[in-house]
């Protein structure tokens, strides 16, 4: 296989490192992250610039790309110190442009082209439910020709800014449990939604909130695809979305080594730079390989989703591994940084704090671990 990037690749990137330079200087960084605001200014553009919607069919306003390109973009805005989340905008709408109905995606591809934002958030996690969907208690029950919502959503990102949630809910009388969460396309201004925000110790341009649905009516149209075929729809991209956020780890990981290196050469301590000394110079060489290797274990998963080649090993141990790997790179950027790494005068710090999370969401190592070992074992029955 071959890794080399293509020249359209390399005119993309080019080109999107134009833009942030001119678009996302680390003052205004720096800035929305004090101050708790996502970067809509960012985020406006690069879908005015044609980013936001890469991997979007055209016939949707988008322009087709790979998965390695997609994952590319998202590599290199985290690589510049920024929220690469702000480009996961079409996997996410990519679930509702097949399951959704024609309205559903009306106002989906509208909202992402004006704003590069997705329309919605995801109502999955539940106090009790977060790793285990099976224990989702949030229910959809039927009544004079509506349904009502009902139940408690917790740690939803952008619910506060979003104008729809899909509303994840599970039958707890259906027969199969595979076949019992529906999700439903719910406006966030509806009666009986309260939203209340959560304080992070990171991620701060991202908000999480708690949703509470108290008998929040809608009808049966605001379904989205098959009743209790709601998890397995959102499983459909979920591969491709852990390679997305792992992608940007390694940008991240990418940026705090870079930043360290250099500081590593300039720093002097003791009449020489700190990286004359061999300890500084083993940490330089230990987040050096697992840069290396998170590269290489996301690249060849999107060689293989490219190829039509399973991934639902190399996705997870690409989850598992560099999620790890991009908070040891970084804890060990703030190292050699010192007490200014610990500061809010350098983005390490910032770059410190977001990652954390990152070993969480998504699916936790642990869940990784589940997968992983369940699937490598099968393979040697």
């Not at 940008?251 to 360290?260: I, K, R, T, V, Y």
């Not at 908070?327 to 990652?355: C, K, M, P």
Request: include cysteine; aromatic fraction near 10%; proline fraction near 3%.
């Amino acid at each position: 296989m071959d890794f080399k990037k293509t020249e359209e690749q390399e005119l993309l990137l080019e080109s999107l490192r134009e833009l942030l330079t001119r678009e996302m200087p680390e003052s205004y960084l720096k800035e929305c992250d004090e101050q708790h605001q996502y970067p809509t200014k960012l985020a406006k553009a690069l879908v005015d610039n044609g980013f936001s919607l890469l991997g979007i069919p055209e016939e949707y306003g988008g322009t087709p790309a790979d998965i390695l390109t997609q994952i590319l973009v998202i590599e290199e805005i985290a690589k510049a110190g920024g929220p690469f989340y702000l480009f996961t905008t079409a996997m996410q709408i990519d679930d509702m442009l097949t399951f959704g109905n024609e309205e559903q995606i009306r106002l989906t591809m509208e909202h992402a082209i004006k704003t590069g934002d997705a329309a919605f958030c995801l109502g999955i996690t539940e106090p009790q439910a977060g790793s285990d969907d099976n224990a989702m208690l949030a229910s959809a029950t039927r009544k004079n020709g509506k349904v009502y919502l009902n139940g408690h959503k917790t740690f939803i990102s952008g619910a506060d800014r979003a104008p729809y949630i899909l509303f994840f809910t599970r039958d707890v009388n259906a027969p199969n449990p595979h076949k019992a969460v529906s999700s439903w396309w719910v406006p966030m201004d509806a009666p009986g939604i309260t939203i209340e925000p959560i304080h992070k110790v990171g991620t701060w341009v991202n908000s999480a909130c708690d949703v509470y649905f108290n008998d929040v009516e809608v009808e049966e149209k605001d379904l989205v695809g098959k009743e209790g075929e709601g998890f397995m729809n959102l499983m459909k991209n979920f591969e491709i979305e852990r390679l997305a956020l792992m992608a940007g780890c390694l940008g991240w990981a990418e940026c705090a080594f870079e930043d360290a290196a250099r500081y590593a050469n300039q720093r002097v301590q003791f009449g020489k730079p700190i990286g004359t000394y061999q300890l500084t110079q083993e940490k330089i060489t230990n987040m050096y390989v697992k840069i290396e290797n998170m590269r290489n274990m996301i690249y060849k998963s999107c060689w293989e989703k490219d190829n039509k080649i399973s991934v639902q090993i190399s996705s997870a141990m690409a989850k598992y591994y560099c999620a790890k790997a991009c908070n040891e790179v970084i804890d060990d950027a703030v190292q050699i940084f010192g007490g200014i790494g610990y500061t809010s005068d350098h983005r390490v710090s910032r770059l410190w704090r977001d990652a954390r999370v990152k070993r969480i969401g998504g699916g936790t190592d642990e869940i990784m671990i589940h997968i992983l070992g369940r699937a490598i074992l099968k393979q040697y029955k």
